[in-house]
Antibody
Framework: EVQLVESGGGRVQPGGSLRLSCAAS????????MHWVRQVPGQGLVWVAR????????TNMDSVKGRFTISRDNARNTLYLQMNRLRADDTAVYYC???????????WGQGTLVTVSS | DVVMTQSPLSLPVTPGQPASISCWSS???????????LNWFQQRPGQSPRRLIY???RRDSGVPDRFSGSGSGTDFTLRIGRVEAEDVGIYYC?????????FGQGTKLEIK
């Protein structure tokens, strides 16, 4: 059974940091690109970042560049999102996602809520 | 960024009736290999998104055959043959051809 289990969310003050983790199982994690997608409660879905199979290539959305870093540990089957200098508009549910090769699959975690508030 | 536009944004449907959602992209979604990475997702209340359709018209495993996708280039459609109560939720189109990948704003399907 495929599982993506996010953790690390919570409440943090503006300017603070959090590190999200996503533990993967049930599929060849090291063979697939991985992604973080976020959703402000009650609003739509927005891509945050992506990383290739071995972690050598990453891209972020413009609004998180210089603040968020996506990484992975293939030995631990775990995806990370280091979030620094958090802002109120980063408040959202963060999903860990895999689409397999060439978009042929679709696996989503249950999401972890990040709340940035003083 | 590629803008994905959906219509309608609200879709009240009588059970057993068909439903259709349109999605337009601001740029062609055709890849250099000729494939098109247009996906459709369903998000039920309180749940993570679930993909229904990939590459315009291919159904994901376990998706009922009342869901179908069509289109090409910049114009795409999701059709539900006969709506059931369990189809309530928000439907999103999403393009995976260009970075950043982008979603439509969502169409809320409700049962009349």
């Amino acid at each position: 059974e495929v599982q993506l289990v996010e953790s690390g969310g919570g409440r943090v003050q503006p300017g603070g940091s959090l590190r999200l983790s996503c533990a993967a199982s049930g599929f060849p994690f090291r063979s697939y690109w991985m992604h973080w997608v976020r959703q402000v409660p009650g609003q739509g879905l927005v891509w945050v970042a992506r990383i290739n199979e071995d972690g050598s290539f990453t891209t972020n959305m413009d609004s998180v560049k210089g603040r968020f870093t996506i990484s992975r540990d293939n030995a631990r089957n775990t995806l990370y999102l280091q979030m620094n200098r958090l802002r109120a508009d980063d408040t959202a549910v963060y999903y860990c996602v895999s689409f397999g090769r060439q978009w042929l699959l679709s696996y989503w975690g249950q999401g972890t809520l990040v709340t940035v508030s003083s | 960024d590629v803008v994905m536009t959906q219509s309608p944004l609200s879709l009240p449907v009588t059970p057993g009736q068909p439903a259709s959602i349109s999605c337009w992209s601001s740029q062609s979604l055709v890849n250099s290999d000729g494939s098109t990475d247009l996906n459709w997702f369903q998000q039920r209340p309180g749940q993570s998104p679930r993909r229904l359709i990939y590459k315009v018209s291919r159904r994901d495993s376990g998706v009922p055959d009342r869901f179908s996708g069509s289109g090409s280039g910049t114009d795409f459609t999701l059709r539900i043959g006969r709506v059931e109560a369990e189809d309530v939720g928000i439907y999103y189109c999403m393009q995976g051809t260009h970075w950043p990948h982008t979603f439509g704003q969502g169409t809320k399907l409700e049962i009349k």
